[in-house]
């Protein structure tokens, strides 16, 4: 009887660390996106953030997912899905876009990752993981910056409850354009006309 042999299609087995790599890559990009868009909501430098609470602490776990959710959600969208019971004013979370919060701590391990991976040093270990990681870092980091919490004093942040609070301010817009633009009563206000 002769043995047959074992086809070898090419695949070896995962080892531990290709485990970790395959979990840590699609992971972290959560982490880094849930913690930049909620970081300022739950500690801030005033002490009023959720976590600073000391009551926090004993809630429980559908409470806490439920003040998550808001401060997600409502940063992105304006919309809180959760409004009953004591969710420490996160029912009130405003939509806010942040130009200035899209350089942070993950977007600066996003880049440090590819230059990593671009360094042109041949013994580096792990540039291409290192690399596929620090993409998603860099591109939730992003993300996450974008709907950040305005830092105190950031001037460069829109939120939708700054529009809906003050609705003078387009009523204001309209009526210079309507008294100075081209729409204006009074003619053409560059003087530059033709004329009949």
Same mark, same amino acid.
């Given at each position: 009887?002769?043995?047959?042999?074992?086809?070898?299609?090419?695949?070896?087995?995962?080892?531990?660390?290709?485990?970790?790599?395959?979990?840590?890559?699609?992971?972290? @990009?959560?982490?880094?996106? $849930?913690?930049?868009?909620?970081?300022?909501?739950?500690?801030?430098?005033?002490?009023?953030?959720?976590?600073?609470?000391?009551?926090?602490?004993?809630?429980?776990?559908?409470?806490? $997912?439920?003040?998550?959710?808001?401060?997600?959600?409502?940063?992105?969208?304006?919309?809180?899905?959760?409004?009953?019971?004591? +969710?420490?004013?996160?029912?009130?979370? @405003?939509?806010?876009?942040?130009?200035?919060?899209?350089?942070?701590?993950?977007?600066? +391990?996003?880049?440090?990752?590819?230059?990593?991976?671009?360094?042109?040093?041949?013994?580096?270990?792990?540039?291409?993981?290192?690399?596929?990681? $620090?993409?998603?870092?860099? +591109?939730?980091?992003?993300?996450?910056?974008?709907?950040?919490?305005?830092? $105190?004093?950031? !001037?460069?942040?829109?939120?939708? !409850?700054?529009?809906?609070?003050?609705? !003078?301010?387009?009523?204001?817009?309209?009526?210079?354009? +309507?008294?100075?633009?081209?729409? !204006?009563?009074?003619?053409?206000?560059?003087?530059?006309?033709?004329?009949?």
């Amino acid at each position: 009887m002769a043995r047959r042999k074992k086809k070898n299609n090419g695949k070896r087995s995962k080892t531990a660390g290709d485990r970790i790599y395959d979990i840590t890559k699609n992971v972290i @990009p959560y982490v880094a996106f $849930a913690n930049q868009i909620t970081s300022k909501d739950y500690k801030n430098d005033e002490g009023t953030g959720v976590a600073q609470q000391a009551s926090y602490r004993n809630e429980n776990m559908t409470t806490k $997912a439920k003040i998550f959710t808001n401060i997600v959600i409502g940063r992105m969208s304006g919309y809180t899905p959760f409004k009953n019971g004591n +969710l420490y004013d996160t029912e009130n979370t @405003p939509f806010t876009v942040n130009p200035s919060g899209m350089v942070n701590k993950w977007t600066t +391990l996003g880049v440090a990752g590819l230059i990593y991976k671009n360094l042109g040093i041949k013994q580096l270990p792990q540039k291409q993981k290192v690399g596929a990681i $620090a993409k998603r870092v860099l +591109l939730s980091g992003l993300i996450g910056g974008v709907f950040d919490a305005p830092s $105190a004093g950031n !001037s460069t942040v829109t939120t939708m !409850s700054t529009v809906r609070r003050n609705p !003078s301010v387009i009523s204001h817009n309209r009526q210079a354009t +309507l008294q100075t633009g081209m729409y !204006s009563p009074s003619g053409d206000p560059t003087g530059s006309g033709f004329s009949n």
